[in-house]
């Protein structure tokens, strides 16, 4: 089945998802995800360089990202919803998750200032009440 670079790098979990879409050059039609990883772009002027690339590639020659990642983390990203007031603790902070898993606690209102392409939000776990 073929399909542009940029639909077969949606199955891939992130980061690789964001960075795969990030570094996309390819405007023709792929028959596999890991033909869209090889022909997306070129390795060696990524940030992330020729080494990481062909190791997802072949991560995706073995089918490892044949069936797409549920969020099991509860991650959301900027992009898609900024944080409100609820989703907040009691002190008004959510968990934020930067690029290069740079996590930080900050102000759900704060959230907005992000990078809404790297960065993702959840809510805080509760506190223990015998504290």
């Not at 060696?44 to 990202?65: C, H, I, M, N, S």
């Not at 609820?86 to 690029?99: G, K, P, Q, T, Y």
């Not at 809404?116 to 939000?121: F, L, Q, Y």
Request: aromatic share 10%.
């Amino acid at each position: 089945m073929s399909k542009t670079a940029k639909e077969w790098f949606e199955q891939l979990p992130e980061p690789y998802r964001r960075q795969a879409i990030e570094n996309c050059r390819a405007k023709g039609e792929e028959d596999s995800l890991s033909e869209a990883i090889f022909g997306g772009f070129v390795w060696t002027l990524t940030p992330q360089g020729d080494e990481y690339w062909r190791d997802v590639k072949l991560r995706a020659e073995k089918g490892e990202f044949d069936t797409p990642q549920p969020n099991l983390h509860n991650w959301i990203p900027v992009s898609e919803r900024l944080p409100t007031k609820e989703d907040a603790d009691e002190f008004e902070n959510v968990l934020i998750l930067r690029e290069n898993a740079r996590k930080s606690i900050t102000k759900y209102d704060m959230v907005r200032f992000c990078d809404k392409e790297t960065t993702m939000w959840q809510q805080l776990p509760k506190l223990p009440e015998n504290l």
